[in-house]
């Protein structure tokens, strides 16, 4: 493939996090959408006009469906795209945006596209309680009420904490681990946050509130810079898992992110740098309870790809649905080489993780990507994969160069 056929990023955003119940609580996901869309073409300097396919990932249909389910045609009418942009929504669980662009890259390499808009964005506050069986009637029977979030859970299989626990401890990851892990998080994040590192990639959300002046969201509110190593071992776990506790996760969260992906002739004849170039993208499946391991063959697939191998990778990042994630994953790419494996925790999620900055699941798997790619931008250049697991262990990956990486 030439190089002016490259897919490449030309601009990438995402809202501040919101915790569950927190600022963004009522602000529906499609709302979020049409932030990051509009502001993800503001910073490339365009018009939604340049825009051929857009792809909307999301996981929690039952909000989707509060707005009439076809968000991604809505979010991008509303966006003030034109009419003929085409749309896909779809759902691949945690790793549903990193899927939008893999899909906006195929399409540029294919052909059919030039510009790819890839979106992700959930509202977990925002899930309703579904009632079923009334629309028949129920006589004197009870109506059938459903938490369509709680537990986080798939029918006929287990919960996703009692899975991550199981595969964590099979591998040899301690609770102490996870909880080291998730501390380090916190850490990582408040030291990257001093040194205004996520302001490349935040962008402030207004929300409404009604005769008042609107409230302007600006940062992520979901870190517990506070956090210790001892009250995360004081903390019960949850869902029977064996080791996951609510300090080793990520919360259920709310928030956007949008990643601008170009043929790299098409950027250069529109004045734009780009950011960074996607070398390959990569999809697995696994036994449904093997989720807290699928980053790993995400990561050994796409590095395949590409044609490079681990150690040339300066950067991973890895999505911390649990702690149980990068440390399961990363020990499984090691081989169980513990020199090895230290070396990658090293340079795994270096400005702390989802435990610190929230998990809106449809959101993520962009965030990751982008996330990297700042940090990769700020060092000068480099190498980097990043990999997401997703319900009944799916998992997507990416690898990506900034300019003035080894070869």
Known sequence: MKASDDAVIVSAVRTPFSKFGGALKEVHSMDL?????????????????????????????SEAALESNVNGRQALLRAGLPPTVVSLTLDRACCSSLTCVQLGVNSIRLGTAEVCLAVGTENMSNTPIVMNGLRWGRGLQPPILRDHLNPIAYTGFNVLAKDAGESAVAQGVTREMQDKWALASQQKYQAALQQCKFKDELVPVSIPQGKRPPILFEADEFPKPHTTLERLAKLPTVYGSATVTAGNAPGLDAGASAILIMKRSKAEAMGLNPLATILATASVALSPEMIAEAPAPAIQKVLAKAGLSLDQIDLIEINEAFAAMPLVSTKLLAEGNQAQWDKLLEKTNVNGGAIAIGHPVGASGARILMTLMYELRRRGGGLGVCAICGGLAQGDSAVIRVEGARA
């Open 33 to 61: 959408a049409v932030v990051v869309i509009q502001e993800c073409l503001k910073a490339a300097g365009l018009t939604g006009s340049v825009v051929d396919e857009l792809y909307y990932g999301m996981c929690i249909q």
